[in-house]
């Protein structure tokens, strides 16, 4: 069974930065597609960045220019450094794999979401 743990959210003010971190687990799981969604309160859960396997970064409006993915294969961790938070990045931050498999199948998974508040 696959499971997605997130760690690092948290309170920051304005301008500040987090890291988040999250581990996929499962015996020879490993993801073509790590990544990061998150879903304000009363909004849609939406994309903020995603990369492959190979390292291709695939990044939503709000995270341009302001966040950074980045992957470790062999540890099967995916991280997201956000930077210039802003209040309405207020959010909770759900980490996301998905694996391809034979005749294009894909299998999604979700972790439990971590709270990321910024603070004004």
């Known amino acids: 069974q696959v499971q997605l743990v997130e760690s690092g959210g948290g309170l920051v003010q304005a301008g500040g930065s987090l890291r988040l971190s999250c581990s996929a687990s499962?015996?020879?799981?490993?993801?073509?597609?790590m990544g990061w969604y998150r879903q304000a309160s009363g909004k849609k859960r939406e994309l903020v960045v995603t990369?492959?396997?190979?390292?291709?970064?695939t990044y939503g409006d709000s995270a341009k220019g302001r966040f950074t993915i980045s992957r470790d294969n062999a540890q099967n961790t995916v991280y997201l450094q956000m930077s210039g938070l802003k209040p309405e990045d207020t959010a909770v931050y759900y980490c996301?794999?998905?694996?391809?498999?034979?005749?294009?199948?894909?299998?999604?998974?979700w972790g439990q979401g971590t709270q990321v508040t910024v603070s004004s």
């Open positions: 990369i492959t396997s190979s390292g291709t970064p």
């Open positions: 499962g015996s020879g799981f490993s993801a073509t597609v």
């Open positions: 996301y794999a998905r694996k391809i498999g034979s005749f294009g199948r894909f299998y999604d998974y």
